[in-house]
C-alpha cells in the first residue's frame, strides 16, 4: 500500500518533533510492514490544501493524517468527500478520534499499529454539512474555545494551560440562550447554557470521547442554565467521565437532530471538533453510518466487527 502523510508542523507534539528524523523512522517502520509512506510536512494553515491534492492523486492509497483534532477532523472531510481510507496519527493535545479508533498515543507505537493493520468502517457526522468526527457544540464549549484561542501558547502543555487559564474565565459568566431542539420525537425548547452533539454517545469514565466508532447515532446532551459553581463541578465531572448522570444534563441518542436558535446573536460562535465556526439560525446535524473508511488496529475490528474487505498488506 502506498501512504501519502501529511504532518501539521504546527499541530501539538509535532511543534517540538525534530520531523525530518520523524520522517524516516516513519518511513522504515511502514517499509518493514511492506508500505510506502510519501511524508509532507505542511504548516497549520496548508493542510488543507495539502490533504485534497493528496486525496485527488490517483496513486494514493490510504491519506495519512497527523497532527490535532483540527487536523483529523480536515482529513476525515477530505476522506468522506473523496472516498479515500483514512489513518488517524494522533499528534494533538487529546487526539479524541484517534482514542475511538484506539489508536496508540505514542507516536512511534501508532506508527506501527497503522502499518499493521487492516480497513474497518466508522461513522462520520455533518452538521449544515461540514464534517466531523468528534463533536459540534455551542454555549459553554464554545465560549471556552474562544477564550483559549485568544491566549498565547507555543506547545502542547502550553495548550493545556491555556485550556485551563480558559475554564476559569468561562466559569465567571455560565453562558444562557434559547434552543428549539428538534428529534423525530418532536421539538423541545429549552433554556441552556451548552448543547453537545457527538459522532457516536461519549463514553463514561475517561476524557469525552465515543468508546466506538460504529454505532450510527449522535450522542446529544443538553445543560441547563446553572450557576458558577455548578457549572465548576460539571466541568470537573467532564474531565473525569462523569458528568452524564448530572442532574442538569440531558441526553438524547438520535439518527438526526436539528437545532434552531430563534434569540442567536450575530457574533455567536459553535465549535466543531475543536474549531470555532459561526452559529447558523438552524443546524442540521446528521450521522452517516460506516461512510468513513479508517486504518483500525486489528483488536477494534475484532471488538466492532466492521472489516472492510481486504486488508492492507501487499
Not at 466508522?122 to 465560549?143: K, L, P, S
Not at 498565547?152 to 453562558?175: D, E, F, L, N, Q
Request: one cysteine or more.
Amino acid at each position: 500500500m502506498h501512504f501519502v502523510g501529511i504532518f501539521n508542523r504546527d499541530g501539538g507534539t509535532f511543534k517540538t518533533t525534530d520531523m525530518e528524523a520523524f520522517c524516516q523512522e516513519a518511513r522504515a517502520i511502514f517499509a518493514r510492514h511492506g508500505h510506502t509512506l510519501d511524508c509532507r510536512i505542511v504548516a497549520g494553515r496548508e493542510v488543507s490544501d495539502a490533504l485534497s491534492e493528496a486525496a485527488g492523486e490517483g496513486e494514493v492509497d490510504v491519506l495519512l493524517a497527523g497532527g490535532g483534532d483540527g487536523t483529523i477532523s480536515t482529513a476525515a472531510a477530505v476522506a468522506f468527500r473523496t472516498g479515500v481510507p483514512l489513518a488517524v496519527l494522533p499528534a494533538g493535545t487529546m487526539n479524541l478520534f484517534a482514542r475511538t479508533l484506539g489508536i496508540p498515543l505514542v507516536l512511534t507505537d501508532a506508527l506501527e499499529a497503522l502499518a499493521a493493520g487492516e480497513f474497518g468502517k466508522a461513522d462520520i457526522a455533518t452538521a449544515n454539512g461540514q464534517a466531523f468526527v468528534h463533536q459540534f457544540g455551542v454555549g459553554v464549549h464554545a465560549r471556552l474555545v474562544r477564550i483559549r484561542d485568544g491566549l498565547t501558547y507555543h506547545s502542547r502543555i502550553g495548550k493545556m494551560a491555556a485550556s485551563v487559564r480558559a475554564v476559569g474565565a468561562t466559569i465567571i459568566r455560565p453562558p444562557r440562550f434559547l434552543a428549539e431542539v428538534q428529534t423525530p420525537r418532536g421539538v423541545e425548547r429549552w433554556e441552556a447554557a451548552g448543547i453537545e452533539v457527538s459522532n457516536n454517545p461519549v463514553g463514561d469514565w475517561h476524557i469525552p470521547y465515543a468508546d466506538t466508532h460504529d454505532r450510527g447515532v449522535l450522542g446529544v446532551y443538553i445543560a441547563k442554565p446553572m450557576s458558577e459553581w455548578t457549572l465548576a463541578k460539571l466541568l470537573v465531572a467532564v474531565l473525569f467521565g462523569r458528568w452524564r448522570t448530572h442532574p442538569d444534563v440531558s441526553e438524547r441518542e438520535v439518527r438526526e437532530v436539528t437545532l434552531s436558535f430563534p434569540k442567536r446573536k450575530r457574533s455567536a460562535n459553535a465549535v466543531i471538533d475543536g474549531e470555532l465556526i459561526p452559529l447558523d439560525e438552524r443546524i442540521e446535524l446528521k450521522i452517516h453510518p460506516g461512510a468513513l473508511v479508517v486504518v483500525v488496529p486489528p483488536r477494534q475490528l475484532e471488538r466492532s466487527g466492521t472489516l472492510v474487505d481486504g486488508g492492507l498488506a501487499q
